[in-house]
């Protein structure tokens, strides 16, 4: 069964410091997504992506958080320089249309 | 606002003893109503969608079913592989690209 992936499954980085996390969706879906979850919250949404440009994004995605589609099958989330607050766990999503969506296994970042 | 709001936020049941999640929804419009399953430290792992009142589904020991303003996702005879936090999610039109606003969770204990 087609799964979204994410790597790594855990990154640790010293504030400021860039971090690119990678998701790879499933082949066949045409909406990207990125969500965050602090320890013990909820899940919050950051930015939707459909047709190689972001549809929408979140107070939370401010000028520091980039996406990208780099290839065909690679969606990547770029944070150019970390806070102590962006630690938490980061989840892409992918979905064929603006339905249900699928969830990858979550990068853990941690910021020190 | 576009909310959701999940109870209760924690529940214990016996191995077989019956019960339901609530998740109830104040948006704009929606466009649908959905449900996941989350195990600690992974990403949320689709359960059901629902997209009109009166609709419901079912999977197992889980049924979901959908009012004008709230869902409730019954458990029937759980076992305790069913403990995890369920989590509801919902996404609404206007504009968006689908993107989600997901309540808090309920968090599922099954005892042997």
């Known amino acids: 069964e087609p799964e979204v992936t994410q790597t790594p499954s855990h990154q640790v980085t010293q504030m400021g410091q860039e971090v690119i996390l990678r998701c790879v969706p499933i082949s066949n879906h045409l909406y990207f997504y990125w969500y965050r979850q602090i320890l013990g919250q909820k899940v919050e949404f950051l930015v939707s992506f459909y047709n190689n440009e972001i549809s929408e994004k979140s107070e939370i995605f401010d000028d520091q958080f980039s996406v990208e589609r780099p290839d065909g099958s690679n969606f990547t989330l770029k944070i150019r320089s970390t806070k102590l607050e962006d630690s938490a766990m980061y989840f892409c999503?992918?979905?064929?249309?603006?339905?249900?969506?699928?969830f990858g296994p979550g990068t853990r970042l941690l910021v020190l | 606002e576009d909310q959701v709001t999940q109870s209760p936020e924690a529940l214990r049941l016996q191995e077989g003893e019956s019960s339901s999640l609530n998740c109830s929804y104040t948006?704009?419009?929606?466009?649908?109503l959905f449900w996941y399953r989350q195990d600690p430290g992974k990403g949320p792992e689709f359960l059901f969608t629902?997209?009109?009142a009166g609709e419901e589904k079912e999977k197992e020991r889980l049924k979901a079913t959908l009012t004008k303003k709230e869902s409730f996702l019954h458990i029937t005879a759980p076992k305790p592989e069913d403990s995890a936090t369920y989590l509801c999610a919902v996404s609404v039109y206007g504009g968006s690209q689908g993107n989600l606003i997901f309540g808090k969770g309920t968090k599922l204990s099954v005892k042997p």
């Open positions: 948006v704009s419009g929606l466009r649908g």
């Open positions: 629902l997209y009109s």
């Open positions: 999503a992918s979905s064929v249309d603006p339905g249900t969506q699928y």
